[in-house]
């Protein structure tokens, strides 16, 4: 497996506008996309900071993973992602290292990315979320 670069970073936040808010007035970045993600009860807004990306997840569902974190841990820094070229490739020899993944198979994730997260036991506590562009392949 080869990691070509830090995809984005997720931040969970509380309130998906205040925090585009201070984003942009305060640290002066732009919000280049906002986007609901159904199936992980989740609501996105992205902004790139040079080659990098700063997801911010909003929860839209208190059940959903967002929704749980927030209520466990408060806002802050939920995952990192890392870009790899071939995910199913990339998990299998994740799962043969033994490392315990969340998501065995690839799934739809933001803006049109295939993704897969893996748990933070095997991760030395970080959530760690794998991601490839189906279109650059």
């Given at each position: ?109 933001a803006?049109?990315?295939?993704i897969?997260f ?20």
């Amino acid at each position: 497996m080869k990691l070509s670069h830090i995809e984005h970073i997720g931040i969970a936040v509380k309130n998906l506008n205040e925090a585009i808010a201070y984003y942009e007035n305060v640290l002066g970045l732009k919000c280049y996309a906002i986007e609901e993600v159904a199936d992980q009860k989740v609501k996105t807004a992205f902004f790139m900071v040079g080659q990098t990306k700063i997801e911010l997840l909003e929860a839209t569902d208190p059940e959903g993973s967002i929704g749980k974190f927030i209520e466990k841990r408060g806002e802050g820094i939920h995952h990192i992602a890392f870009a790899v070229d071939n995910l199913p490739s990339a998990l299998t020899e994740l799962e043969e290292k033994s490392i315990q993944l969340i998501d065995k198979q690839p799934r739809k994730g933001a803006e049109g990315l295939n993704i897969a997260f893996l748990h933070p036991k095997s991760t030395k506590g970080v959530l760690t979320e794998l991601c490839e562009d189906p279109v650059k392949k």
